[in-house]
Every structure is written in structure tokens, then in C-alpha cells.
């Protein structure tokens, strides 16, 4: 008999470069879901899955600058700078001023949940957060981040133009608040 995975999860951030503040809690959603795709791609670099589908892990992004995201029943609530405001608002439509946004610096922040199919022990689930977090640190470091953010926001339908010039900005990927299942235990 097969044991049941467990789960753990871990907060990062990371600094994007050329990022227009969202206008919009739409805008954030769509902004986020592209960030999303590009985070687990490189968790997928350090499973070693071609395919996406077979990804253990998922990426959540839960700041975008000012604008913090919650998910509700499968719906993105906005806060923050947009918080009070509907999913949309007198914004949206308008064309974002991408220039202006060139030389800007965005953090962005979120959580990945990992779901670990091999691990019975804190050890070994220190291992592979370690794992993670590092393959993710270079993944940022040597620009397939913002290779893969760019990708997605030309191949999106609708296109994202607003993602479609940013950088992940080497050497600011952090991960903190590993939060490990209360059944793993170090002794």
C-alpha cells in the first residue's frame, strides 16, 4: 500500500524590474497567474518534469507591490492599494504607461505548497525545501525567470504587454516561513 503525500509550504519573494502596478484587481489576477506559471516552471526545473502536469508543487502569488491577493471560493479579492475596490474599476481598459514603469522595482511575493511524495522525516523535507529554494534562487539568477515571464506574456490569450519587458532581478529571490506538517518531527 502506497502512503499518502504530505504537504509542506514556504513564502518567497522576489524583485521584478520594468513591473507596472497593477491598476486594477484584474489586472493583478491576470499579472498573477503569469507570475505563477513562471514560479512553478522552475519548481518543475528542480523536480526534473517535463511535464507540467506531473509538477508536485503550486505556486500562489499573494503580493504584487502595493497590492496584496487572497483567494475566496476560487476568486481573487484584492487589497492593499486596491483594496475596497471591486474585481474591476474606473481603470480598467486604460492603457497602463509601461515607459514610466522601465526603471521601477516591484516586489513580488508568494507561496509555493509542495507536495512530497518521498519524504517520511524533517531531514529529508529540509532537503528538499533546500532543494527548491536554491534551484529557484538560480532560476531567478540566470534570467530563465524572466524568460519564461516574458514567454507567457507574448503567448497569452489575451497578451499581457505589461509583463512582456520585465526582469527578475538577480540575487533577491528569498524564501522564508517554512511551514513543515505536524506530523514530521526532527526526532
Known sequence: MQRSPVMFKFEFCVDIKGLVEPMDCQSADIYANVLEDAVNEGCNVCEGNEDPNDSLTDANITRIGNVTLTKVDGSTICGGSLGGQGF???????????????????????????????????????QHYNNITMTLSNYVDDGRFTGRIQLDAR?????????????????????????????????
Open 88 to 126: 474591476t474599476n474606473e481603470n480598467t481598459g486604460t492603457t497602463p504607461d509601461i515607459a514610466a514603469a522601465a526603471n521601477t522595482i516591484t516586489t513580488i511575493c508568494g507561496v509555493v505548497t509542495v507536495e512530497d511524495e518521498v519524504c517520511t522525516d524533517k531531514d529529508c523535507m529540509m
Open 155 to 187: 503567448n497569452r490569450l489575451p497578451p499581457v504587454p505589461e509583463l512582456q519587458k520585465v526582469t527578475g532581478q538577480a540575487g533577491t529571490f528569498s524564501s522564508m516561513s517554512l511551514l513543515l506538517p505536524s506530523t514530521i518531527s526532527g526526532d
